[in-house]
């Protein structure tokens, strides 16, 4: 006699454990393929486009000086990069297998799902949602300071343009560090604190995406070559006001704010992601992916590091800015002009990256709910536009909302630790997939396997742990999401998918019963 308990366990971890193969992600994408037109260097492009951006313009001055939580590198920030670009190699290997034998669009989320089964994949997709909607008010809050800094450098402008007050351009928690609560608004015992300019540009970024992205492509290029053209113009005037005795001392907080100034900065890596999620659209992708997730990663890390060599040799650590650190080093050696014109390419640049992340947020989530695991109302498509509008409107409403409590620094690091976990987990899913499936096609191998994604593992889970002994708020708030996520999964995702599968088998018995009625 069978044991109804055996039998209901055995039941549930094996759809714990469903995995979808491979092939049925390839046949999804033949049906509905599309046109592969990239190469090497559109790829290398694409990356430069996703990774400059957000990492030069909101962590950076961080990563420097650090925060009340975490110490900063100094100087030796470069040694960070360093560290951080070679951490990244390991992931992006494995990202150019994966995106060469699974070509489709969907990223870490379809990897995840062909190796490690349906509560792995939403776990994956509930931590891509950290690293991309929580990344958005990290990103829009910086938005707000460049805004501010433009807005400095119109004498004619209103003081509340220029010098607004602190409650309209912070979240409370960042307004609490520089005033007191007696110094906020409060309404019925509640604090009112309103980025207002952060709040205006991911409403502008939602309505844009809700007209769909094609009408924003054109603008968005423009957007990126300002901000790559601002960055040249930093590097080239900014090294005419180095001062080395500014890098003294190199390493003001020694190994321990080396390490963490390298858990600051991987937040400007996010960027493969990118990359891989053209695997569909790339011509010879066993060999133009490697070219453009390596080409990227080596690009854009000797960007960095001149940046950082420039910023740390015009002005004292101490008063390098967090929130435009590179706009307020060109007004501190006295260059008002180019301090605007940093603004400006800041905005730009920051604007994109904005559209770049709340565009990921609701695709994941409109991905999700595809797949069963999130209400179908969340994969409405509005009738007009073709744009998943319920979803999209949702994640805005709740980005608003988090802008509001949640602090730049705080919302930055939760960011990184979903990039550490996402880069982790398609480390872990090569070595599964070697051992489950040898025998599959693999047009480009990660070289040294297993060594090369172990030593990813080890890389990112390393940062990751110093980061979560100094990180105390991130710390907490990164293992909550987790829980959040899983207790969302069990009450709502697994029971919905049970029905949805039972749903589709009576799809399939009707048309058996119907095809063979009609023979």
């Given at each position: ?9 055995g ?9 979808k ?7 999804q ?7 592969k ?5 559109d790829l290398i492009?694409l990356?430069?486009?996703a ?5 030069i313009?909101?962590?950076?001055g ?10 900063g590198?100094?100087?030796?920030l470069?040694i ?16 150019a ?9 969907g ?5 995840t ?11 994956m997709?509930w931590?891509?949602?950290?690293e ?10 910086s ?6 800094k ?37 309404f ?8 207002l ?15 769909g ?6 603008f ?10 601002v960055?040249?113009?930093?590097i080239?005037v900014g ?17 321990k704010?080396?390490?963490m100034?390298?858990?600051?900065i991987f ?21 133009n992916?490697?070219?453009?997730l ?7 890390s000797?960007i960095?590091?001149?940046?950082t ?5 015009m ?15 060109m ?7 180019f ?20 565009y990921?947020t609701?695709?994941i989530?409109?991905?999700m709910a595809?797949d ?7 994969k409405?498509?509005?009738?007009k ?13 709740l980005m608003l909302?988090g ?8 919302a ?10 996402s ?5 872990i ?23 090369f994604?172990?030593i990813?593992?080890v ?8 980061a979560?002994?100094e ?6 708030l ?18 919905n ?7 589709k088998l009576?799809?399939?018995e ?8 009609n023979?």
């Amino acid at each position: 006699m069978q044991n109804p308990i055996k039998n209901f366990i055995g039941k549930f971890v094996s759809n714990l454990l469903k995995k979808k193969n491979p092939d049925e992600f390839l046949e999804q994408s033949a049906k509905g393929g599309l046109k592969k037109t990239l190469n090497a260097f559109d790829l290398i492009i694409l990356g430069i486009s996703a990774i400059i951006g957000a990492g030069i313009f909101v962590m950076i001055g961080s990563a420097v000086i650090g925060t009340t939580e975490r110490v900063g590198a100094g100087p030796a920030l470069v040694i960070s990069i360093a560290i951080v670009a070679v951490a990244c190699v390991f992931p992006a290997l494995c990202y150019a297998e994966f995106a060469s034998m699974i070509p489709v669009s969907g990223s870490a989320y379809i990897y995840t799902f062909a190796t490690m089964g349906e509560f792995a994949a939403w776990m994956m997709g509930w931590v891509l949602m950290l690293e991309y909607a929580i990344g958005t008010i990290a990103v829009a809050s910086s938005w707000t300071g460049y805004l501010i800094k433009l807005f400095q450098g119109f004498p004619f402008l209103p003081e509340i343009m220029k010098n607004p007050p602190i409650w309209l351009t912070n979240d409370y928690q960042t307004a609490l560090l520089t005033t007191t609560d007696s110094a906020i608004p409060h309404f019925l015992g509640i604090p009112i604190c309103l980025n207002l300019p952060a709040m205006f540009i991911i409403t502008v970024i939602a309505c844009i995406l809700l007209k769909g992205m094609q009408e924003s492509a054109n603008f968005a290029k423009i957007m990126v070559f300002v901000k790559v053209a601002v960055i040249g113009l930093f590097i080239v005037v900014g090294a005419c006001y180095v001062r080395p005795e500014n890098w003294t001392p190199f390493a003001p907080f020694g190994v321990k704010g080396i390490l963490m100034g390298a858990f600051a900065i991987f937040y400007a890596y996010i960027g493969f992601d990118a990359i891989s999620t053209a695997a569909e659209e790339t011509k010879d992708p066993q060999k133009n992916l490697p070219i453009g997730l390596i080409g990227s990663l080596l690009i854009c890390s000797i960007i960095y590091a001149m940046v950082t060599f420039v910023l740390t040799g015009m002005m004292p650590m101490g008063q390098i800015d967090l929130a435009a650190p590179i706009a307020v080093a060109m007004s501190f050696v006295g260059q008002d002009w180019f301090a605007g014109a940093i603004s400006i390419g800041a905005l730009a640049g920051l604007t994109s990256v904005l559209l770049v992340l709340q565009y990921g947020t609701s695709r994941i989530l409109y991905a999700m709910a595809r797949d069963g695991f999130l209400p179908p109302v969340m994969k409405k498509i509005h009738p007009k536009f073709q744009t998943p509008w319920f979803i999209t409107i949702g994640s805005t409403i709740l980005m608003l909302l988090g802008s509001l409590f949640i602090n730049m620094q705080v919302a930055a690091e939760l960011a990184i630790f979903g990039t550490f976990t996402s880069f982790v987990i398609v480390c872990i899913g090569i070595l599964i997939l070697r051992k489950t499936e040898p025998d599959r096609p693999r047009p480009f191998k990660v070289p040294c396997c297993p060594w090369f994604p172990i030593i990813g593992i080890v890389f990112c889970s390393g940062l990751m742990f110093v980061a979560l002994r100094e990180v105390k708020t991130s710390a907490f708030l990164f293992p909550l999401w987790i829980v959040i996520g899983i207790a969302i999964y069990f009450l709502y995702g697994y029971q919905n998918n049970r029905k949805n599968e039972k749903l589709k088998l009576q799809m399939v018995e009707e048309t058996t019963t119907e095809e063979v009625t009609n023979k």
